[in-house]
């Protein structure tokens, strides 16, 4: 199962354009509220989350919340553009 909708535009056949929106609002919800579950909901249980400076490598929905949360955590005020 993916984890967004399948696209209705034909030319976007991967549903890039749907997944790129839908990463920046969840990046934009986590960045304003603290929510982390809309970037969350993005991850497939096999998935693999982690960055160069991190020790462990965290997998899945739960791993990814940990992620996004300790990410989110570092920082006061944010804000991507």
Do not use: C, I, N
Request: charged share 30%; glycine share 8%.
């Amino acid at each position: 199962m993916k984890p967004y909708a399948a696209p209705s535009d034909t030319s976007d056949p991967l549903g890039a354009s749907s997944l790129t929106a839908r990463s920046v609002a969840a990046l934009d919800r986590l960045e304003a509220h603290g929510d982390a579950e809309d970037l969350v909901s993005l991850y497939r249980p096999e998935a693999e989350v982690g960055s160069v400076a991190a020790v462990e490598v965290l997998r899945g929905p739960d791993g990814a919340r940990r992620f996004w949360s300790q990410y989110r955590a570092r920082f006061g005020e944010m804000r991507t553009e």
